[in-house]
């Protein structure tokens, strides 16, 4: 079946520190991964995406690089600021599966001043 | 674009009631879904739509009904509520060809007393 794992937070850290969110998945076919951002009160807002392997995602200084050899799609930003505290979420997408959207728990940021 | 609206933000219910979460979205997409969202659960699938007049069901539909009678609107009916349908629940549509990518709703917090 198609599952999502994400390292479990909450996560602090201090401004400019490196990010890493770990996400690892399981899945029937060759999924298209993503990672969603949800701030406070707000529904999830897409970040980035990956369609197929070796591919990287990236957008707002968030990188992440779709591994097929570890299953691995790992979230990571150089120097995070006060204003990317949210959670963040790693999903597949599995066309094996009519396109239903599978999501990990979620991971909670937390940067401090 | 209003992109995916829904109706209403907050409520509160007493067991055994029914209500109607409302869903719409403008962007013409064809697959539509909810979720419900739980603490350390992530976003769990209740039913989906891949067009007017079809849907399905996700892993967790009991409790729950939808229909899909127009592109534009998902509606998401509660037969009975019970305490454990206390969640916050998001919409999301997904536009037709790849990449997909989900475009959610704000959420309804929903309080089940």
């Known amino acids: 079946g198609n599952s999502v794992t994400q390292m479990e937070g909450p996560v602090t850290l201090s401004e400019e520190a490196f990010l890493t969110i770990n996400c690892t998945y399981t899945?029937?076919?060759?999924?298209?991964l993503f990672w969603y951002v949800q701030y406070p009160g707000e529904g999830l807002q897409l970040l980035l995406k990956?369609?197929?392997?070796?591919d990287k995602g990236s957008n707002k200084g968030f990188e992440a690089t779709y591994r097929k050899e570890t299953t691995s799609f790992h979230l990571e930003k150089g120097s995070v600021q006060v204003s990317d505290s949210a959670v963040y979420f790693c999903?597949?997408?599995?066309?094996?599966?009519?396109?239903?959207?599978?999501f990990g728990t979620g991971t909670s940021l937390t940067v401090i001043p | 674009n209003a992109g995916v609206t829904q109706t209403p933000k907050f409520q509160v219910l007493k067991t055994g009631q029914s209500m109607t979460l409302q869903c719409a979205q403008d962007m013409n997409h064809e697959y539509m879904s909810w979720y419900r969202q739980d603490p350390g659960m992530g976003l769990r699938l209740i039913h989906y739509s891949v067009g007017a007049g079809i849907t399905d069901q996700g892993e967790v539909p009991n409790g729950y009904n939808v229909s899909r009678s127009t592109t534009e609107d998902f509606p998401l009916r509660l037969l009975s509520a019970a305490p454990s349908q206390t969640s916050v629940y998001f919409c999301?549509?997904?536009?037709?060809?790849?990449?997909?990518?989900?475009?959610f709703g704000p959420g309804t917090r929903l309080t089940v007393l």
């Open positions: 999301a549509s997904t536009p037709p060809g790849g990449p997909y990518t989900q475009y």
């Open positions: 999903a597949l997408m599995s066309g094996n599966t009519g396109n239903q959207f599978y």
């Open positions: 899945a029937t076919g060759y999924p298209s």
């Open positions: 990956a369609t197929k392997a070796d």
